[in-house]
């Protein structure tokens, strides 16, 4: 079946530092993936999507990159900050389906 | 992007009575999500509700516990029926603009059964 796992564990980091978040998939082949950013008591807000033909994607201070032969894609925060602490959800999407499944989450703390 | 309304934002119910989730949406959208979140966990889709018939339900969940309606292309609710402590989550509307576009969530209705 569909397997989805990020970091299991909290990641702490300090203020200023490069946050990386892993997203490991197996049993399937997404054509896209797209990060989620979830705070406390609130539904998730969509940060990116990259495509299976982009080995990179930016956004201000984030990026993503994914290797659809190691299966797995990297989420980075750069110059991290207290207000970047949230849980960061990954999902892999296959083409032409509506079902999204949603990876475990990591939760991310930045220290000041 | 869509703005969704989800209501209650959070109840506590008595085991064995049913509780009814709203979700409003400000335009209207073609697909249309709930998804649960137990504590500590990630989402899980429990059905998707389609306009004008049957929801489609995930494995694990069926109609008679969580009955779904979706009058038109703007508004859904969820109930859950006959509740259980097992049942204490967070139910999450979520909409989809238009193919593989990201997913719109409401802030969710916390539940507890006692």
């Known amino acids: 079946s569909q397997k989805i796992e990020q970091n299991s564990e909290a990641l702490n980091i300090q203020e200023g530092k490069t946050a990386t978040l892993t997203c490991n998939y197996t049993n399937y082949s997404p054509a896209y993936l797209q990060w989620y950013r979830q705070d406390p008591g609130r539904g998730p807000v969509f940060l990116l999507l990259?495509?299976?033909?982009?080995k990179e994607k930016r956004k201000e201070r984030l990026k993503v990159t994914f290797d659809t032969t190691l299966k797995q894609s990297l989420f980075h925060i750069t110059a991290s900050q207290p207000a970047d602490s949230a849980t960061y959800l990954c999902v892999p999407q296959g083409s032409g389906t509506y079902k999204y499944i949603f990876g475990t989450g990591t939760r991310l703390k930045v220290l000041a | 992007s869509a703005v969704i309304s989800q209501k209650p934002s959070r109840d506590i119910c008595q085991r064995g009575t049913s509780l009814t989730i709203q979700c409003q949406v400000d335009s209207q959208v073609t697909m249309m999500f709930w998804y649960r979140q137990q504590p500590g966990q990630s989402l899980t889709l429990i059905a998707t509700a389609n306009q004008g018939s049957e929801a489609t339900y995930e494995s694990g969940f069926v109609i008679d516990k969580f009955p779904i309606s979706r009058p038109n292309l703007t508004f859904s609710t969820l109930t859950v029926s006959n509740m259980s402590p097992e049942d204490s989550s967070i139910y999450l509307c979520?909409?989809?603009?238009?193919?593989?576009?990201?997913?719109?969530f409401g802030n969710g209705t916390r539940l507890t059964v006692t």
């Open positions: 990259i495509r299976e033909n982009e």
């Open positions: 979520s909409v989809q603009e238009q193919g593989e576009s990201p997913l719109h």
